[in-house]
């Protein structure tokens, strides 16, 4: 049988370019690859990378507040946003064109169009063509899924954020996952008046509680009007912003209103069912440890597959993919201990199983320490940090590791590479401190404040 191609990449994100790359570059594979908008996907264009620049952008304010306390004569100013959008497109142009010139350079012919799934080995190109590939990988991510309801027309999502032509001067923010979160903290950051509504009775749910508690309670001390059990049941055009209605009969007008509610696989119309491949719930996309599909020749990395939701995981199981069907080594992806962060103010970072998952495997040990760090007590703020371990008590292992700090993403690298190495307490308690740090909290913690 002729194929155009050894391999067909249907998207152009971290997992997708990196199989490609892979593919070709490494193991000397025909890879053509297709993406219906821009290079880089949702981490690089709308998601990770320019988030965590207004991440950045957000905390100057406090920075400045905390050098006038240390001494420093600083006029804090208003926010160029603007100027602060330019600036974040010319990144963003930057990246993406290193994302092409990394595939230009392993030698994959890249297709600025939609493709579609024909069959197990033919992909149909937006214009017309049709190709065929010996393998197709599916690597297009999700997208923010927002209910239906009356007005829902009306809302942005965190797509729409960065292309904002200014700021509004309230936002409502509906949702409680760590985008919704994140972009509170950011927004409040830069001076808009956030609200945030979230369905059920906590935000960041899928996190350790007492971590959450943490978070939320630093987020209402910044302003946040900060609402659990809260169901929006309506929206409507009022004046220059938007009426919002609830179930519970509350409404109030806010500039923008911000849907945060989740993300789900696009593969709407991809011709995946039509060509075997067995869909999930939500639309994703079924694999095995090796990243195939129900069909052979089908393989899907990243997102839609709805595994793990991060970039480095998708890249991770994109390059697996790519050294197992094209090279000598063939291997699945580990997704066990896998540390994430979320990018409130301030951040929140954690590795390994929350304190309830741990109790349900066996007897835990649980070790906290919540202080006052030393640069924002100095400044007279009253934030406080959280460091966490949950330990096995007939092991000993560190199950799972949970900081709320600044820099906390820095922080649980370091603690991740420890835990997939099995370490214990003990290993923790043997290792000398760097002092003064937050983190030496980490390895200075004898007594625990709860077992079961």
Same mark, same amino acid.
């Given at each position: 049988?002729?194929?155009?191609?050894?391999?067909?990449?249907?998207?152009?994100?971290?997992?997708?370019?990196?199989?490609?790359?892979?593919?070709?570059?490494?193991?000397?594979?025909?890879?053509?690859?297709?993406?219906?908008?821009?290079?880089?996907?949702?981490?690089?264009?709308?998601?990770?990378?320019?988030?965590? *620049?207004?991440?950045?952008?957000?905390?100057?304010?406090?920075?400045?507040?905390?050098?006038?306390?240390?001494?420093?004569?600083?006029?804090?100013?208003?926010?160029?946003?603007?100027?602060?959008?330019?600036?974040?497109?010319?990144? *963003?142009?930057?990246? !993406?064109?290193?994302?092409?010139?990394?595939?230009?350079?392993?030698?994959?012919?890249?297709?600025?169009?939609?493709?579609?799934?024909?069959?197990?080995?033919?992909?149909?190109?937006?214009?017309?063509?049709?190709?065929?590939?010996?393998?197709?990988?599916?690597?297009?991510?999700?997208?923010?899924?927002?209910?239906?309801?009356?007005?829902?027309?009306?809302?942005?999502?965190?797509?729409?954020?960065?292309?904002?032509?200014?700021?509004?001067?309230?936002?409502?923010?509906?949702?409680?996952?760590?985008?919704? /979160?994140?972009?509170?903290?950011?927004?409040?950051?830069?001076?808009?008046? $956030?609200?945030?509504?979230?369905?059920?009775?906590?935000?960041?749910?899928?996190?350790?509680?007492?971590?959450?508690?943490?978070?939320?309670?630093?987020?209402?001390?910044?302003?946040?009007?900060?609402? /659990?059990?809260?169901?929006?049941?309506?929206? !409507?055009?009022?004046?220059?912003?938007?009426?919002?209605?609830?179930?519970?009969?509350?409404?109030?007008?806010?500039?923008?209103?911000?849907?945060?509610?989740?993300?789900?696989?696009?593969?709407?119309? *991809?011709?995946?069912?039509?060509?075997?491949?067995?869909?999930?719930?939500?639309?994703?996309?079924?694999?095995?440890?090796?990243?195939?599909?129900?069909?052979?020749?089908?393989?899907?990395?990243?997102?839609?597959?709805?595994?793990?939701?991060?970039?480095?995981?998708?890249?991770?199981?994109?390059?697996?993919?790519?050294?197992?069907?094209?090279?000598?080594?063939?291997?699945?992806?580990?997704?066990?201990?896998?540390?994430?962060?979320?990018?409130?103010?301030?951040? *929140?970072?954690?590795?390994?199983?929350?304190?309830?998952?741990?109790?349900?495997?066996?007897?835990?040990?649980?070790?906290?320490?919540?202080?006052?760090?030393?640069?924002?007590?100095?400044?007279?703020?009253?934030?406080? $940090?959280?460091?966490?371990?949950?330990?096995?008590?007939?092991?000993?292992?560190?199950?799972?590791?949970?900081?709320?700090?600044?820099?906390?993403?820095?922080?649980?690298?370091?603690?991740?590479?420890?835990?997939?190495?099995?370490?214990?307490?003990?290993?923790?308690?043997?290792?000398?401190? $760097?002092?003064?740090?937050?983190?030496?909290?980490?390895?200075?913690?004898?007594?625990?404040?709860?077992?079961?």
């Amino acid at each position: 049988m002729e194929f155009d191609y050894d391999l067909f990449v249907i998207g152009g994100g971290s997992g997708g370019v990196r199989a490609a790359r892979i593919a070709a570059g490494t193991h000397g594979a025909r890879v053509g690859l297709a993406e219906e908008y821009r290079m880089g996907g949702t981490c690089v264009i709308r998601g990770c990378v320019p988030k965590k *620049l207004m991440v950045f952008a957000s905390s100057f304010p406090t920075a400045m507040a905390d050098a006038q306390a240390y001494g420093w004569q600083v006029t804090v100013g208003a926010l160029d946003w603007s100027a602060f959008r330019a600036k974040l497109d010319s990144e *963003l142009d930057r990246l !993406e064109m290193a994302y092409r010139g990394g595939l230009s350079s392993a030698g994959v012919e890249v297709h600025d169009c939609r493709a579609t799934v024909v069959d197990a080995h033919t992909v149909h190109l937006a214009g017309g063509k049709t190709v065929r590939a010996k393998h197709i990988l599916v690597a297009v991510g999700g997208r923010p899924f927002v209910p239906q309801f009356p007005g829902s027309e009306h809302v942005l999502t965190s797509n729409d954020i960065f292309k904002l032509d200014a700021l509004p001067a309230s936002v409502l923010i509906v949702g409680g996952g760590y985008i919704a /979160c994140e972009f509170a903290c950011i927004l409040a950051g830069l001076g808009v008046k $956030v609200t945030q509504f979230q369905r059920s009775a906590r935000i960041l749910k899928e996190f350790d509680e007492e971590a959450v508690d943490l978070v939320a309670e630093d987020m209402k001390a910044q302003g946040i009007d900060l609402h /659990c059990g809260v169901v929006v049941s309506g929206i !409507e055009p009022e004046g220059d912003g938007f009426r919002v209605t609830c179930m519970d009969g509350r409404t109030d007008v806010f500039g923008k209103v911000i849907y945060a509610t989740g993300r789900v696989p696009n593969t709407d119309g *991809l011709g995946l069912e039509a060509a075997g491949v067995a869909l999930g719930r939500g639309g994703k996309v079924p694999v095995d440890g090796w990243s195939q599909t129900t069909v052979p020749s089908i393989y899907a990395v990243g997102d839609v597959t709805d595994r793990i939701q991060l970039t480095p995981v998708a890249i991770r199981e994109g390059h697996a993919f790519a050294d197992t069907v094209f090279g000598a080594d063939p291997r699945q992806p580990d997704h066990d201990l896998v540390a994430s962060a979320v990018f409130t103010t301030p951040e *929140l970072a954690t590795v390994g199983l929350t304190e309830d998952a741990a109790r349900a495997q066996g007897p835990v040990e649980v070790y906290v320490s919540s202080f006052k760090p030393m640069r924002s007590a100095f400044a007279g703020r009253a934030d406080r $940090v959280l460091m966490k371990l949950v330990v096995c008590k007939d092991t000993r292992r560190v199950l799972g590791c949970h900081i709320v700090a600044p820099e906390a993403g820095e922080m649980i690298q370091m603690v991740a590479i420890a835990m997939k190495m099995g370490a214990t307490k003990e290993d923790f308690d043997r290792t000398c401190a $760097v002092h003064p740090t937050m983190a030496e909290e980490l390895v200075t913690m004898r007594k625990p404040v709860r077992t079961a």
